[in-house]
């Protein structure tokens, strides 16, 4: 029977799938979230053309005739020109031109068509290029610090937790998705660099598929297993969490994968993260610019502020509001959360700033009781 520091074999596997062990106190996430957009490209840009150009009787016969002809166009003209050839010299067709006229001619006729075999080609080049594409970076977690960071674009970003002012459940936002920002934030970068940014968002299939099928099974979006996510993340960074309850998530991550999950990341694991997700730097440049970090930026930090995706409400009202709402110190403050760091760090909000009317259960891993 488990009790409640002990993890299923199921929580086991998935701890192994995110998280990679880097030291006692520090693991590392394992960004994920290209898995919906290379399902819908999966779908609409390779096994839709693979079907016509391969399977489809009358397009796959002119697919491959295309290939042909771009890459040997010669053999092409070589069969027409075998057709008409004179049957008196092998070097002349039946029409009276020279076998070199008569190539010549074919090749300005049809030359604008041996690009047509490499557009073919090209585009599952570009298509697999893109599904392939490894995930932007990787985050840590130091419990015996209190610091989450990545590094990015050639910086550190670095929050610790102890200058939140809100719980540290508030700062990761479970909405089908996981969800949070490494300070500093910043609403400037355009989503198009979100995956160069310090956003981070994380969504394997585990969250995108109860999404997708959400509308089609009731209460499935409760499968949704980002709020699992969040709850590991808030039990490892909590110190007074039970050592019992570390050393398990440590054996998980420790214990080898078995061979069907070995398999299984073999075969399906580059959906969700393309061939693999970028290293960080190597530990001793990290280290330096931690120390730098503590040593230059964090005693003019006294405060962190918070975040939140946008209400319907606000983005109705703001034509082209920002994917998400920086909330200040003094918002903050305004708002009650005033001691530093927050005396409930660790607990669950019996409300939470972080809900939406377009998400099932809105608060659902977000808020105490709901986490799980």
Not at 34 to 53: Q, R, V
Not at 88 to 100: I, L, P
Not at 309 to 316: D, G, L, M
Not at 346 to 352: A, I
């Amino acid at each position: 029977m488990l009790t409640t520091n002990d993890l299923s074999k199921k929580e086991q596997r998935e701890l192994r799938r995110w998280f990679t062990k880097i030291d006692e106190d520090t693991i590392e996430l394992k960004i994920k979230w290209k898995g919906a957009f290379n399902l819908m490209l999966i779908a609409l840009a390779l096994l839709l053309p693979l079907y016509y150009d391969l399977i489809k009787p009358d397009s796959s016969e002119r697919f491959r005739e295309e290939i042909r002809f771009s890459f040997q166009p010669e053999t092409r003209f070589k069969k027409e020109y075998n057709q008409i050839v004179s049957d008196t010299d092998s070097n002349m067709t039946m029409y009276g031109d020279t076998k070199e006229d008569f190539m010549k001619r074919m090749w300005e006729r049809h030359k604008h068509r041996v690009w047509d075999g490499y557009l073919s080609l090209a585009w599952y080049v570009v298509v697999l290029a893109i599904i392939l594409f490894p995930s932007g970076k990787r985050v840590r977690f130091d419990r015996k610090r209190g610091i989450i960071y990545t590094y990015t674009n050639r910086s550190l970003y670095l929050t610790e937790i102890n200058k939140l002012m809100r719980p540290l459940p508030e700062y990761f936002i479970s909405s089908n998705s996981f969800l949070f920002w490494i300070h500093p934030y910043s609403n400037k970068v355009r989503f198009s660099s979100l995956a160069r940014h310090s956003r981070i968002l994380f969504m394997d299939y585990s969250m995108y598929l109860p999404a997708i099928f959400g509308g089609f099974c009731i209460n499935i979006h409760r499968k949704n297993r980002a709020r699992y996510l969040k709850k590991y993340l808030v039990d490892f960074m909590n110190p007074n969490t039970s050592s019992e309850r570390i050393s398990a998530m440590m054996n998980a991550l420790e214990t080898k994968k078995g061979f069907i999950e070995r398999l299984c990341s073999f075969l399906f694991g580059w959906i969700d993260e393309g061939l693999y997700t970028r290293r960080l730097p190597e530990k001793e440049k990290l280290e330096g610019l931690i120390a730098q970090y503590f040593k230059n930026d964090a005693p003019k930090i006294r405060a962190l502020p918070s975040c939140r995706q946008h209400y319907p409400t606000e983005i109705s009202k703001f034509k082209g509001a920002p994917l998400f709402k920086i909330i200040s110190q003094d918002e903050n403050r305004k708002a009650g959360f005033i001691k530093v760091p927050c005396p409930n760090l660790f607990e669950y909000p019996e409300v939470s700033m972080h809900k939406s009317e377009y998400v099932f259960d809105e608060e659902l891993g977000n808020v105490k009781g709901k986490e799980l």
